[in-house]
């Protein structure tokens, strides 16, 4: 290993400009002329626009110009899309209501698009919003996830019983069977809190039209810019894709919330050509809480059947998912085929069924959020796995230990192929770095401080490397799942690589360069990742799903393949040798058995002047590009586990240890994984003892600033010790199995688990709040009286 | 308007502005300092902080006419010369940054908290000195590892006088 | 924000002027309640009066048994100042616990005082501490200036200019904070004096801050957590939101109070 290429801890190449103050975010760029939008937002959850008037807040000072539902229906704009169909078990699609960028005629939650305002200045565009005169019909709102189905409410038209489509996967027939002949079912009610993802810069839009040219260029805080760009012209319908040019700069972190097209970003666009202008809107905290699509909200009832073995030989889930009151561009997607195929977990179970029910309600839309799907299923499977072992009087260690699957391939009963994998040589790793044996003794120790101290485990997998694009699109997905890359060899042998994923925090600028230098034996500072403008980069799909090593840096290796294959037909005729006796070390071009070799550099000189070969023997040049489609999902998996000490007194839960044994296959830089572990954990302690996104039965969102929702601080976090194992993905070429969601997947379990066994039973719900774990305390100290 | 003269990473700065004017909207629009980021409107992420004064303060919660006459240094002032602060070259040696957002406030802060509590801080007070200041990727891990170091490294290296 | 005009008065009788000349006016302390709900625009002086410039407002004495303490001093200074250290440390410490650094670097006790929000900190110490809240008018009794949540005895342009606190013989601020916003949730402020024990609730009652003559007896009997034993508040006096509904806040109310006690009993 060199100490840059791949398994180097490479320090970030990005960082030089990020901790100068240097970076540059969409908020950072100013276009001259610049005029700024301002959204006015609907304050009901649930009402019809019977009118509305914006003469007045037309001739305030600095207006350019007021805009509705209306405007962009003359102008032909389409409505928002969610790009994933579903179809409910009897066939039928799912029911997409309409989702307009602004309203038109109905809003359908606080803080739904309703008018917009382009002035000189932000203050003036908000003061002339105050000015527009919306009539409304209040109507009463529907906005528990559970009761939505049987609401007198109608959220669209299309679906009477606010049901989007009611979907199954597995089998229930063999599932049935499995229950009748069990020895004990362990029955379990859940709910995964609504969240809101919250990267720390908000999203932003810059839109800019340029009547000269008919181009249109959009600066914005996005995940995936050339999906953007498709969404924005084939189906919305703002610009044609070829005059539509999309830049997402440096961002502050995405989570899931930047994947999606938002009204915002499509009115920006469309409106820098009516103002004749460049339109400019950034999102306020407020506004990010209340429009940001949220994540998770299942409402689940799970059982898992075990025989007299202690063999789990069925697992049957249901769900309820709120999808929010539109559906968002990948929502139909998240509680489905990211959700129910991973509920075996990393158990041998013969037969699963699960029925999911999507649901509108008067909420903002739910989307994909760190983990999407899947943080959902690992806590139905982990804390019934947990819950059982508990049921059974085993130890939870050596219960998931038993069930564990151990021969690979493995088909699961709900669609996944898991590969490869070594679930107990994370267990045991685990065990020993948590200190298990002596747990007893630390929790009597804490008993008699007169704390209550509980371990908790979560024995996760996850589906990442999205994936197969003939495999997805016959489940439902509108786009193919694959990823481009090309690599641009300069004459003076540095290296740029265009690079269809995104990076937001991850630091695919390190890593992707340390492939580089890794695979051709060049300087790393001799590679730069060009990626976020589709005016530079070719079309890719970007960065979510933990798919950018696995996916996006394959394709770079097939390009790189190319490159080096190309070299070797330029140094055969250098060195007037057959092409087959050339091979390609440690960054030289060589011919096998002889001492004449040619450097990397050298090579691509050669290839750019052209002089040592004709244009009918060989191209000049040294530039390739791939394509790269993986051939199954990648199964990153691994142990979490979490140490509470509760003072009964507060009901205060703090984390004593955390211990993180995660299988990533092959690791580029330890560093950084490591980083996207400590991030995961961090969000899912948040979701378990933090965050909530709470709305009363208004509609209105309770939980609208960092004053009420709880994000978590450095004092609410532990250090993590966090280690690895590898059993390398044999379905890529690099052997990467992916990192990025893995801690917000494995944590919530772990914490709540760990909670669970402190307090002596298993009555509490995410966010365990003090006030929760409080009560919830009271009910373990008084057993009987709570009878 | 109101006229406001400060000095800012050492320059002298005047100008006539809207008295509602925030300092982070001064510093980002009028002088193009865009280090300094807004992520909330309560005043409690932090990525907004400087020091006013030789404090760490919010700037998204000051306004520039209120820093008249005051001294600010932002992110872009830390370092001098083509070298990186030590708390800055600690966060990038430690990886305490992932998006790069939250990241200029926590180094302003986590200067502030040396300049405040010495160069030799435990990790509970580190976790505790950085209430002010939210971080959503790197859960805090390697940003106390970071802030210790760069404690330690402030202790060791001489540093120029500072703009502030 | 909407749009305001700014005054920055050189004392506190220019200050108290131009609070009597423009009826829509506000004074600016530290801004950390007022500007973040002027940015929200829930609250729209057209008129703001910053405090920032006048010395007269600035300053610490300790006379006797009094720390007086000026209005525009802030909650770092109050917290690291050596004679509030030495002479009313659970002030200090208190100060400490308010928000986070960078609040605690702009924030003031006056600006605290004045606006008495129901989960501020400075309330509680005011009446535990026996303080006369001094206003450019008159001075007000800590007992008679709290008078409900964002309410106080402040006539309107009327100014606070120092705050003097009773030394007590032991004190202790136990603080239970809002996970999301580091308000408290509840907090409590002990102090045992020369003539009795006080014991000031924050966080937790409906109607802002709040003394439990309840407590105060048994600990003037028994300054010992013990004394508390059996000691509630009614919750029908609590305050309930998402965070802690009232049962929950009348619970913390004697855990904190037992803690406080027990900190407070064991300085020497």
């Given at each position: 290993?060199?100490?840059?290429?791949i398994?180097?801890?490479?320090?970030?190449k990005?960082?030089?400009?990020?901790?100068?103050?240097?970076?540059?975010?969409?908020?950072?760029?100013?276009?001259?002329?610049?005029?700024?939008?301002?959204f006015?937002?609907?304050?009901?959850?649930?009402?019809?626009?019977?009118?509305?008037?914006?003469?007045?807040?037309?001739?305030?000072?600095?207006?350019l110009?007021?805009?509705?539902?209306?405007?962009?229906?003359?102008?032909?704009?389409?409505?928002?899309?969610?790009?994933?169909?579903?179809?409910?078990?009897?066939?039928?699609?799912?029911?997409?209501?309409?989702?307009?960028?602004?309203?038109?005629?109905?809003?359908?939650?606080?803080?739904?698009?309703?008018?917009?305002?382009?002035?000189?200045?932000?203050?003036?565009?908000?003061?002339?919003?105050?000015?527009?005169?919306?009539?409304?019909?209040?109507?009463?709102?529907?906005?528990?996830?559970?009761?939505?189905?049987?609401?007198?409410?109608?959220?669209?038209?299309?679906?009477?019983d606010?049901?989007?489509?009611?979907?199954?996967?597995g089998?229930?027939?063999?599932?049935?069977?499995?229950?009748a002949?069990?020895?004990?079912?362990?029955?379990?009610?859940?709910?995964?809190?609504?969240?809101?993802?919250?990267?720390?810069?908000?999203?932003?839009?810059?839109?800019?039209?340029?009547?000269?040219?008919?181009?249109?260029?959009?600066?914005?805080?996005?995940?995936?810019p050339?999906?953007?760009?498709?969404?924005?012209?084939?189906?919305?319908?703002?610009?044609?894709?070829?005059?539509?040019?999309?830049?997402?700069?440096?961002?502050?972190?995405?989570?899931?919330?930047?994947?999606?097209?938002?009204?915002e970003?499509?009115?920006?666009?469309?409106?820098?050509?009516?103002?004749?202008?460049?339109?400019?809107?950034?999102?306020?905290?407020?506004?990010?809480?209340?429009?940001?699509?949220?994540?998770?909200?299942?409402?689940?009832?799970?059982?898992?059947?075990t025989?007299?073995?202690?063999?789990?030989?069925?697992?049957?889930?249901?769900?309820?998912?709120?999808?929010?009151a539109?559906?968002?561009?990948?929502s139909?997607?998240?509680?489905?085929?990211?959700?129910?195929?991973?509920?075996?977990?990393?158990?041998?179970?013969?037969?699963?069924?699960?029925?999911v029910?999507?649901?509108?309600?008067?909420?903002?839309?739910?989307?994909?959020?760190?983990?999407?799907?899947?943080?959902?299923?690992?806590?139905?499977i982990?804390?019934?796995?947990?819950?059982?072992?508990?049921?059974?009087?085993?130890?939870?260690?050596?219960?998931?230990r038993?069930?564990?699957?151990?021969?690979?391939?493995?088909?699961?009963?709900?669609?996944?192929?898991?590969?490869?994998?070594?679930?107990?040589?994370?267990?045991d790793?685990?065990?020993?770095?948590?200190?298990?044996?002596?747990?007893?003794?630390?929790?009597?120790?804490s008993?008699?401080?007169?704390?209550?101290?509980?371990?908790?485990?979560?024995?996760?997998?996850?589906?990442?490397?999205?994936?197969?694009?003939?495999?997805?699109?016959?489940?439902?997905?509108?786009v193919?799942?694959?990823?481009?890359?090309?690599?641009?060899?300069?004459?003076?042998?540095?290296?740029?690589?265009?690079?269809?994923?995104?990076?937001?925090?991850?630091?695919?600028?390190?890593?992707?360069?340390?492939?580089?230098?890794?695979?051709?034996?060049?300087?790393?500072?001799?590679?730069?990742?060009?990626?976020?403008?589709t005016d530079?980069?070719?079309?890719?799909?970007?960065?979510?799903?933990?798919?950018s090593?696995?996916?996006?840096?394959?394709?770079?290796?097939?390009?790189?393949?190319?490159?080096?294959?190309?070299?070797?037909?330029?140094?055969?005729?250098?060195?007037?040798a057959?092409?087959?006796?050339?091979?390609?070390?440690?960054?030289?071009?060589?011919?096998?058995?002889?001492?004449?070799?040619l450097?990397?550099?050298?090579?691509?000189?050669q290839?750019?002047?052209?002089?040592?070969?004709?244009?009918?023997?060989?191209?000049?040049?040294?530039?390739?590009?791939?394509?790269?489609?993986?051939?199954?999902?990648?199964?990153?998996?691994?142990v979490h586990?979490?140490?509470?000490?509760?003072?009964?007194?507060?009901?205060?839960?703090?984390?004593?240890?955390?211990?993180?044994?995660?299988?990533?296959?092959?690791?580029?830089?330890?560093?950084?994984?490591?980083?996207?572990?400590?991030?995961?954990?961090?969000?899912?302690?948040?979701?378990?003892?933090?965050?909530?996104?709470?709305?009363?039965?208004?509609?209105?969102?309770v939980?609208?600033?960092?004053?009420?929702?709880c994000?978590?601080?450095?004092?609410?976090?532990p250090?993590?010790?966090?280690?690895?194992t590898?059993t390398?993905?044999?379905?890529?070429?690099?052997?990467?199995?992916?990192?990025?969601?893995?801690?917000?997947?494995?944590?919530?379990?772990?914490?709540?688990?760990?909670?669970?066994?402190?307090?002596?039973?298993?009555?509490i719900?995410?966010?365990?709040?003090?006030?929760?774990?409080?009560r919830?305390?009271?009910?373990?100290?008084?057993?009987?009286?709570?009878? | 308007?109101t006229t406001?003269?400060?000095?800012?990473?050492?320059?002298?700065?005047?100008?006539?502005?809207?008295?509602?004017?925030l300092?982070?909207?001064?510093?980002?629009?009028?002088?193009?300092?865009?280090?300094?980021?807004?992520?909330?409107?309560?005043?409690?992420?932090g990525?907004?902080?400087?020091?006013?004064?030789?404090?760490?303060?919010?700037?998204?919660?000051?306004?520039a006419?209120?820093?008249?006459?005051?001294?600010?240094?932002?992110?872009?002032?830390?370092?001098?010369?083509?070298?990186?602060?030590?708390?800055?070259?600690?966060?990038?040696?430690?990886?305490?940054?992932?998006?790069?957002?939250?990241?200029?406030?926590?180094?302003?802060s986590?200067?502030?908290?040396?300049?405040?509590?010495?160069?030799?801080?435990?990790?509970?007070?580190?976790?505790?000195?950085?209430?002010?200041?939210?971080?959503?990727?790197?859960?805090y891990?390697?940003?106390?590892?970071?802030?210790?170091?760069?404690?330690?490294?402030?202790?060791?290296?001489?540093?120029?006088q500072?703009?502030? | 924000?909407?749009?305001?005009?700014?005054?920055?008065?050189?004392?506190?009788?220019?200050?108290?002027?131009?609070?009597?000349?423009?009826?829509?006016?506000?004074?600016?302390?530290?801004?950390?309640?007022?500007?973040?709900?002027?940015?929200l625009?829930?609250?729209a002086?057209?008129?703001?009066?910053?405090?920032?410039?006048?010395?007269?407002?600035?300053?610490?004495?300790?006379?006797?048994?009094?720390?007086?303490?000026g209005?525009?001093?802030?909650?770092?200074?109050?917290?690291?100042?050596?004679?509030?250290?030495?002479?009313?440390?659970?002030?200090?410490?208190?100060?400490?616990?308010?928000?986070?650094?960078h609040?605690?670097?702009?924030?003031?006790?006056?600006?605290s005082?004045?606006?008495?929000?129901p989960?501020?900190?400075?309330?509680?110490?005011?009446?535990?501490?026996?303080?006369t809240?001094?206003?450019?008018?008159?001075?007000?009794?800590?007992?008679d200036?709290?008078?409900?949540?964002?309410?106080?005895?402040?006539?309107?342009?009327?100014?606070?200019?120092?705050?003097?606190?009773?030394?007590?013989?032991q004190?202790?601020?136990?603080?239970?904070?809002?996970?999301?916003s580091?308000?408290?949730?509840?907090?409590?402020?002990v102090?045992?004096?020369?003539?009795?024990?006080?014991?000031?609730?924050?966080?937790?009652?409906?109607?802002?801050?709040?003394?439990?003559?309840?407590?105060?007896?048994?600990?003037?009997?028994?300054?010992?957590?013990e004394?508390?034993?059996?000691?509630?508040?009614?919750?029908d006096a609590?305050?309930?939101?998402?965070h802690a509904?009232?049962?929950?806040?009348?619970?913390?109310?004697?855990?904190?109070?037992?803690?406080?006690?027990?900190?407070?009993?064991?300085?020497?």
């Amino acid at each position: 290993m060199s100490a840059t290429g791949i398994g180097a801890p490479v320090r970030r190449k990005e960082d030089q400009r990020f901790v100068t103050g240097q970076g540059r975010y969409v908020d950072d760029f100013n276009r001259p002329g610049q005029a700024y939008a301002y959204f006015l937002r609907s304050p009901h959850a649930h009402a019809a626009i019977r009118s509305i008037d914006v003469s007045q807040a037309k001739a305030m000072p600095g207006v350019l110009a007021v805009f509705t539902g209306d405007d962009l229906a003359a102008d032909r704009i389409g409505g928002l899309i969610c790009g994933w169909m579903i179809h409910s078990k009897d066939g039928t699609p799912m029911k997409a209501g309409p989702h307009p960028a602004l309203a038109q005629g109905k809003v359908r939650y606080v803080g739904d698009h309703v008018a917009v305002v382009i002035a000189e200045t932000l203050a003036q565009a908000k003061d002339a919003a105050e000015a527009i005169a919306v009539d409304y019909d209040v109507l009463p709102a529907v906005v528990d996830t559970a009761q939505a189905t049987k609401a007198s409410v109608q959220v669209h038209d299309v679906s009477p019983d606010n049901t989007v489509f009611n979907w199954h996967l597995g089998n229930k027939d063999e599932t049935d069977a499995a229950f009748a002949r069990a020895k004990h079912v362990t029955k379990i009610d859940l709910i995964n809190n609504r969240l809101v993802p919250n990267p720390i810069e908000p999203r932003a839009a810059l839109g800019e039209y340029d009547p000269g040219t008919d181009n249109y260029t959009l600066y914005t805080t996005s995940q995936n810019p050339h999906v953007a760009r498709l969404v924005l012209s084939a189906f919305i319908g703002v610009a044609p894709e070829h005059k539509l040019r999309v830049i997402a700069p440096d961002v502050g972190g995405g989570f899931g919330s930047k994947i999606f097209i938002y009204a915002e970003e499509t009115v920006c666009v469309w409106a820098a050509k009516k103002v004749k202008r460049p339109v400019k809107w950034t999102s306020d905290r407020s506004e990010a809480f209340l429009s940001d699509a949220h994540g998770r909200d299942h409402v689940t009832h799970a059982e898992m059947a075990t025989d007299e073995n202690g063999k789990i030989i069925g697992l049957k889930v249901h769900t309820i998912a709120n999808l929010g009151a539109y559906l968002s561009t990948f929502s139909s997607s998240v509680p489905t085929y990211l959700y129910a195929p991973l509920l075996s977990g990393q158990y041998d179970i013969p037969a699963i069924y699960c029925e999911v029910d999507g649901v509108y309600t008067n909420t903002a839309p739910v989307d994909a959020y760190r983990g999407a799907g899947r943080p959902e299923a690992t806590f139905v499977i982990e804390r019934l796995v947990e819950k059982t072992a508990r049921e059974l009087g085993q130890d939870p260690a050596e219960f998931r230990r038993k069930n564990y699957i151990t021969q690979f391939p493995h088909a699961t009963p709900v669609i996944m192929t898991y590969d490869t994998g070594d679930y107990a040589a994370s267990l045991d790793k685990a065990l020993e770095l948590a200190d298990y044996r002596n747990f007893q003794a630390r929790k009597q120790d804490s008993a008699r401080r007169g704390k209550l101290r509980g371990i908790g485990f979560s024995s996760y997998i996850e589906a990442c490397g999205i994936a197969p694009s003939q495999a997805v699109g016959s489940l439902g997905a509108g786009v193919g799942l694959w990823e481009s890359a090309e690599v641009r060899v300069n004459p003076t042998g540095s290296v740029e690589v265009l690079t269809g994923s995104h990076s937001h925090g991850q630091g695919h600028e390190t890593t992707f360069a340390q492939l580089v230098s890794d695979r051709l034996g060049i300087p790393i500072d001799q590679v730069s990742i060009v990626h976020g403008d589709t005016d530079k980069v070719q079309f890719g799909m970007g960065t979510y799903g933990s798919r950018s090593g696995a996916v996006g840096m394959s394709a770079i290796a097939k390009a790189l393949d190319k490159v080096i294959a190309k070299g070797k037909k330029v140094a055969a005729h250098v060195l007037e040798a057959s092409e087959g006796d050339v091979e390609f070390k440690d960054g030289r071009f060589g011919i096998a058995g002889t001492d004449r070799s040619l450097a990397f550099g050298e090579v691509a000189l050669q290839a750019y002047i052209a002089h040592k070969f004709s244009g009918q023997e060989l191209e000049p040049g040294l530039k390739e590009g791939a394509f790269y489609d993986p051939t199954n999902f990648t199964f990153p998996a691994g142990v979490h586990i979490c140490e509470v000490e509760i003072d009964p007194e507060t009901g205060v839960a703090k984390i004593e240890r955390w211990t993180a044994v995660d299988d990533f296959g092959v690791i580029i830089n330890p560093m950084i994984v490591e980083g996207q572990v400590h991030g995961g954990i961090a969000q899912g302690v948040g979701q378990a003892l933090l965050e909530g996104a709470v709305y009363d039965q208004n509609g209105q969102l309770v939980t609208a600033s960092f004053n009420d929702y709880c994000m978590p601080r450095a004092i609410d976090l532990p250090s993590f010790q966090v280690g690895m194992t590898v059993t390398p993905c044999p379905s890529n070429p690099l052997g990467i199995k992916g990192c990025g969601e893995a801690g917000a997947i494995a944590a919530p379990p772990a914490v709540i688990n760990a909670i669970t066994d402190a307090l002596g039973h298993e009555d509490i719900a995410m966010p365990a709040t003090p006030q929760a774990i409080w009560r919830a305390a009271q009910k373990a100290r008084m057993p009987m009286a709570a009878e | 308007m109101t006229t406001v003269s400060l000095t800012v990473n050492g320059q002298s700065v005047t100008a006539d502005v809207d008295p509602r004017t925030l300092l982070v909207q001064f510093l980002r629009d009028n002088l193009r300092l865009t280090g300094t980021h807004v992520g909330c409107d309560t005043s409690q992420c932090g990525a907004c902080v400087v020091h006013l004064n030789g404090q760490a303060v919010k700037s998204c919660t000051v306004l520039a006419v209120q820093a008249d006459a005051g001294t600010v240094t932002t992110i872009e002032g830390l370092s001098q010369g083509g070298d990186l602060h030590p708390m800055q070259a600690a966060f990038r040696e430690h990886h305490g940054l992932q998006c790069g957002y939250c990241t200029p406030g926590m180094i302003m802060s986590a200067v502030d908290i040396v300049n405040r509590k010495g160069h030799s801080l435990d990790e509970e007070t580190i976790r505790a000195e950085l209430e002010g200041n939210l971080c959503r990727c790197t859960g805090y891990h390697n940003i106390v590892k970071a802030v210790a170091a760069g404690a330690q490294a402030m202790g060791q290296t001489p540093l120029p006088q500072a703009a502030e | 924000m909407y749009a305001f005009e700014y005054h920055r008065p050189a004392s506190v009788k220019q200050a108290a002027d131009l609070a009597s000349q423009f009826e829509d006016s506000k004074f600016l302390a530290g801004g950390h309640t007022l500007l973040p709900t002027m940015k929200l625009r829930l609250a729209a002086p057209a008129n703001l009066v910053d405090l920032g410039q006048i010395a007269e407002l600035r300053g610490i004495e300790r006379s006797g048994s009094t720390v007086t303490i000026g209005a525009m001093m802030k909650h770092a200074e109050v917290a690291n100042s050596g004679d509030i250290r030495s002479s009313i440390p659970a002030l200090a410490e208190m100060a400490e616990l308010i928000g986070d650094p960078h609040v605690r670097n702009r924030g003031t006790i006056g600006g605290s005082i004045a606006n008495n929000d129901p989960s501020a900190d400075y309330p509680a110490a005011c009446l535990a501490l026996n303080a006369t809240i001094v206003t450019d008018r008159r001075k007000i009794a800590a007992d008679d200036f709290f008078q409900g949540i964002f309410s106080t005895a402040l006539d309107e342009g009327e100014l606070i200019t120092r705050v003097a606190f009773q030394t007590p013989k032991q004190a202790a601020y136990a603080k239970f904070r809002n996970p999301a916003s580091r308000y408290a949730l509840v907090g409590v402020f002990v102090a045992r004096h020369a003539d009795g024990v006080r014991v000031a609730v924050t966080g937790a009652g409906s109607n802002g801050v709040f003394r439990v003559p309840e407590m105060e007896a048994a600990l003037n009997l028994s300054f010992t957590p013990e004394a508390l034993d059996g000691i509630s508040v009614s919750t029908d006096a609590m305050n309930s939101d998402i965070h802690a509904d009232a049962a929950y806040r009348a619970h913390l109310v004697g855990v904190m109070a037992r803690r406080a006690v027990q900190a407070a009993a064991s300085r020497s």
